[in-house]
């Protein structure tokens, strides 16, 4: 017999490889033993009723905007956190603007860092950034455990936080490889779009539609293959953020064949909405890349099928409602962001798995093993294994539901998403072996969540 703190008994076990009947234990908040249902006895303290649910280790959201300090009026880690929690994201990467200070140097870093601290009710890592003047800063945050550095290939939309060229992505490129550093990168070519867009306002183009045409999918796809370019010349590691095209996606996976440490992140909305939701939605749907026509929707899902996507992250950038309402009369003056966290995984298994055939163990991959390993977060995030913290997400595979404006809980109720139907809802959600998220309600008391540091895979002072 065994003893155990929680046991979540008489679910399917759901790994990256395969689908399994087995009791989960856990002890001191990791996992302790995965035993068959039927031939072993264990003891718990609390027992978890799992039967007709599927337990995933939680999602590993690479890729959140949460913006604290600063612009905690957008989200905040209080609610950003909540609203990770009641989508099954146990751990999220925090990116380094939209809060201020940018999260440029090792100072910068400990005061988003004491900002999170006492409020975060799920695990957490930061990025740290690149801009064209601060790739001298890169050693320090990387000896602080950041997961990389973010650099925008265009600009940002903050004076803040500006773009690099090509010399100043080469030169961090270098010093990254010297580091073992992961670069972020948003990839779209900043003179085109800059152009195109300066052509269309000239010309009193100022629907949602126009913002789309003036960041074209060829845009991003340049500058994706340039960045791999100079990866490769630089022999650096490149992560592409939410990329929203099948031929950016396509060039990736192609340098990877040719030894280019280079993988892909797309997001829900880039493989859900399209253009017509731009047209339909206005602002609320607003991002940068935009969202693109159904076709190439679709071929995203082709790249998503046959393996090339390597991580689906949120990109959760919120805002306040009249951040958007700027654009309700002219396009260009919303904020481009889109809110996603709390609706990742039920997006992914309403669009994947019940509409496209794909397959749980493929979620996990894309979700939390993939960007736990990308980041230097596993074994101790990503997966359900005996000594991996006890992260778990249990999902009731076949309810239907309805999202409404009142379920979020980010700061801003504001999504593409309301009104969709799902199918697959999270029910529970489990840090280091604590209810964090149950009976559709936070469990977990703020400041419960932990710095997770890069290289170390596990959490501070562990």
Known sequence: MMRADLLIRGGTLVTEHELLRA?????????????DPDGFDVRAADVLDAR???????????????????RTHWEGYASGSAAAAAGGVTTFCDMPLNNDPPTLDAAALAIKRRAVAEQAVVDYAHWGGMVDANAGNLAELHAEGVVGCK????????????????????SGLIRAAELGMIIGLHAE???????????????????????AKARPPFTEEEAVRRALLLAREAGAVVHFVHLSTPAAVRAVAEAGRQGVDATAETCPHYLTLDESDLDRLGPVAKSAPPLRAREE????????????VDVVASDHSPCPPEEKRRGDADIWEAWGGISGVQTLLPVLLTEGIDRRGLGWSAIVRLTSGNPARRFGLYPRKGALRVGSDADVTLVEPNQEWTLCAEDLLTRWPISPFIGHTFRGRVEATYVRGQAVWRNNRIVAKPGYGQLVLRGTGGVEGA
Not at 151 to 170: H, I, N, R, T, W
């Open 23 to 35: 009791d989960l234990a856990v002890c001191d908040g990791r996992v302790a033993a995965i035993v």
């Open 151 to 170: 650099a925008f290939m265009c600009q940002s939309g903050l004076d803040e936080y500006p773009a690099v060229d090509d010399a100043a992505l080469f």
């Open 189 to 211: 070519n900043d003179r085109l779009t800059s152009a195109l867009a300066a052509r269309a306002r000239a010309a009193g183009l100022h629907g949602p539609g126009d913002w």
């Open 52 to 70: 007709d649910r599927y337990v995933l280790p939680g999602v590993v959201d690479g890729h959140v905007h949460f913006n604290e300090p600063g």
């Open 297 to 308: 929707v679709e071929g995203l899902w082709r790249c998503v099928l046959d393996g090339r």
